[in-house]
T-cell receptor, first 120, second 113 residues
Framework: GAVVSQHPSWVICKSGTSVKIECRSL??????MFWYRQFPKQSLMLMATSNEGSKATYEQGVEKDKFLINHASLTLSTLTVTSAHPEDSSFYIC????????????????FGPGTRLTVL | GENVEQHPSTLSVQEGDSAVIKCTYSDSASNYFPWYKQELGKRPQLIIDIRSNVGEKKDQRIAVTLNKTAKHFSLHITETQPEDSAVYFC????????????FGTGTQLKVEL
């Protein structure tokens, strides 16, 4: 149980275009999803926290108009990188936290496999 | 906000030796400390965690110790094997693993034959 998927697993795009990354919890309902960015050989940096049905909470220094997050259902959150530039190239990882109804899924974050974004 | 420092950044050991990775945190309100193993290009995997009401926890070859007073915690891997080679991250949060995690900078562990 507790499987989280991401799509696509990798994407290459031209500078100035927008890219959407999906994060899905496959076998549990996720009230909260987290989005991280990881540059090569660096740590995971939390970008934002999204709760189903409400606006995402962004970490300091993360542009909310550039990184649009939507968490419209209990199993799906999307991250859209708008007007992508080469400096946005990174490994984007989501994680999901389950509902309060299940202690197993509520007290742990389950990570997706990540999406490698390359902006040319 | 919370700040987590991790040392060393790289660690090379011989197979069968022990490896120790250390982390310090700044926010005394943090009460949950997980450790993750990440292989290249893969997702982080939770390998062990500890809560602030416990000083030590062990799971087979892996153990974690916590010193709340000094605000530091350590990962101990005994009898290292080549498959232990990966990047290890410590993290800290308030309230548990389902809450916001602040990660350390990572340690690249290499287990040599």
């Amino acid at each position: 149980g507790a499987v989280v998927s991401q799509h696509p697993s990798w994407v290459i795009c031209k500078s100035g275009t927008s890219v959407k990354i999906e994060c899905r919890s496959l076998d549990f309902q996720a009230t909260t999803m987290f989005w991280y960015r990881q540059f090569p050989k660096q740590s995971l940096m939390l970008m934002a926290t999204s709760n189903e049905g409400s606006k995402a909470t962004y970490e300091q220094g993360v542009e909310k108009d550039k990184f649009l997050i939507n968490h419209a259902s209990l199993t799906l959150s999307t991250l859209t990188v708008t007007s992508a530039h080469p400096e946005d190239s990174s490994f984007y990882i989501c994680s999901a936290r389950g509902t309060t109804g299940s202690a197993t899924y509520y007290n742990e974050q389950f990570f997706g496999p990540g999406t490698r974004l390359t902006v040319l | 906000g919370e700040n987590v420092e991790q040392h060393p950044s790289t660690l090379s050991v011989q197979e069968g030796d022990s490896a120790v990775i250390k982390c310090t945190y700044s926010d005394s309100a943090s009460n949950y400390f997980p450790w993750y193993k990440q292989e290249l290009g893969k997702r982080p995997q939770l390998i062990i965690d500890i809560r602030s009401n416990v000083g030590e926890k062990k799971d087979q070859r892996i153990a974690v110790t916590l010193n709340k007073t000094a605000k530091h915690f350590s990962l101990h891997i005994t009898e290292t094997q080549p498959e232990d080679s990966a990047v290890y991250f410590c993290a800290a949060s308030i309230g548990g693993g389902g809450n916001k995690l602040t990660f350390g900078t990572g340690t690249q562990l290499k287990v040599e034959l």
